[in-house]
């Protein structure tokens, strides 16, 4: 058992739930629920338009940036949060190839989340430059680095298996080979501890609204590393990019270091929800929350394969190479899935065949576990999962 203490307290997890899906969406936390009450009624409402400097909300992206950065090794003023992660994994891109424009290659993998590759395939199609979008399986990624690569541009964890690259190793043959590297950290931000400065980092980028529970469609950030952000030209040159976004200036300059990568007007009531979701993490020791994820993740095995022999991890076996998400793969997953939810055990199904829980050590409790893998036994061993409404898709799997 590791020192760690859940702050389940903190969050609305309805009656008769399991929730083991934060790793696509975290669950509301209570203070967020309050804070997105007091920022339209305190704020909006009696500030109008003067709280746009009466209430900070110009520096939000900045200061959710910074406390994002502690949770993932950037030091203070090397993160700044907006938008979502397409548009920053694009932003990130964009600008990585024209620190490289002697280069033509970006080097990603089959395990990456189809949107970073959509985002890519479509940059490199607008540059006209015949760069090429160069897509491995995860465990040649290392061999295919070499002198034709500009970037690297892998997400740490799969989204479908939870494999976990070797971020500083990675990072380290990419440089060695004068490339960059881009780390999207989508299921790595409040899941495990990230140190982009002990690995060098040049970009990373990731959502907020998985475990860092910032709420559906919250913005995403992006980090840039410091002694190279002043050389970084924005390709999204937004006027809150701008130096001075209220000169109103016909040409654009570019703002001082990261500031350089917001764009627009910030949505400030999913920010303020944000900045009170990340209270959840104040006093965090990340080590802590990783070994206890660790356990969670270790019990679950044990117990799903101890009931059910028709499922297969799909997982890595061992820890240190897992994110906190553990996959199953069953010929039906899908309508295992459904028959899972319809018991109150929320996990998510990936096409074509994998069941996925997420861990999320702030809240989900060595009962829950148990509950869910005896479920999966039961559903599997009887055919439960064999009902017409099982087996019909719905539009978000
Ligand atoms: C969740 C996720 C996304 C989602 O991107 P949005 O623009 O926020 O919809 C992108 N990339 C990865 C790796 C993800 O896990």
Redesign the pocket.
């Known amino acids: 058992m590791s020192g760690f203490t859940t702050r389940r307290a903190l969050f609305v997890l309805p009656d008769g739930i399991t929730y083991l899906d934060g790793n696509?969406l975290g669950p509301l936390p209570r203070a967020a629920a309050e804070r997105a009450r007091a920022t339209v009624a305190d704020e909006w409402g009696p500030l109008l338009i003067t709280g746009w400097n009466k209430a900070g909300w110009m520096d939000l992206p900045r200061k959710l940036g910074d406390r994002i950065g502690k949770l993932i090794g950037a030091p203070e003023g090397s993160t700044v949060v907006g938008d979502?992660?397409?548009?920053?994994?694009y932003q990130a891109l964009a600008s990585a190839l024209e620190l490289r424009p002697e280069r033509r290659v970006v080097l990603s993998d089959s395990g990456?989340?189809p949107?970073?590759l959509y985002m890519a395939k479509g940059l490199l199609d607008s540059l006209g430059k015949g760069h090429e979008l160069k897509v491995v399986d995860p465990e040649a990624v290392a061999d295919a680095i070499d002198e034709s690569v500009a970037a690297i541009m892998l997400?740490q964890v799969d989204?479908r298996t939870g494999r976990l690259h070797d971020m500083k190793a990675l990072t380290e043959k990419a440089h060695a080979h004068g490339a960059l590297a881009i780390w999207?950290l989508?299921?790595s931000a409040g899941a495990l501890p990230v140190d982009l400065t002990g690995c060098d980092a040049d970009f990373a980028v990731g959502?907020t609204?998985?475990y860092l529970n910032g709420g559906p469609g919250a913005p995403?950030f992006i980090f840039v590393r410091p002694d190279l952000v002043d050389q970084v030209r924005p390709a999204l040159s937004g006027w809150l990019g701008h130096a001075a976004p209220f000169a109103f200036d016909l040409d654009y300059r570019p703002g001082d270091g990261i500031s350089r990568m917001r764009v627009g007007t910030p949505p400030v009531i999913q920010m303020a929800v944000l900045d009170a979701a990340l209270d959840a993490f104040e006093g965090v020791d990340m080590a802590d929350l990783r070994a206890r994820s660790i356990e969670l993740s270790e019990q679950f095995i044990a117990e799903v394969e101890a009931a059910c022999r028709d499922v297969t991890l799909a997982s890595p076996r061992d820890p240190a190479h897992r994110g906190s998400q553990v996959s199953f793969r069953h010929p039906e997953g899908y309508a295992v899935m459904q028959a899972l939810i319809a018991r109150g055990i929320i996990g998510d199904f990936r096409a074509p065949d994998i069941i996925r829980f997420g861990f999320c050590p702030l809240y989900n409790t060595a009962e829950e576990v148990s509950r869910a893998a005896a479920a999966i036994g039961e559903i599997v061993a009887t055919g439960e999962w064999d009902r017409p409404e099982f087996r019909t898709r719905k539009a978000v799997t």
Request: charged share 20%.
């Open positions: 696509s979502t992660l397409s548009i920053k994994v990456n989340f949107t970073d997400t989204y999207d989508a299921h959502c609204y998985k995403a």
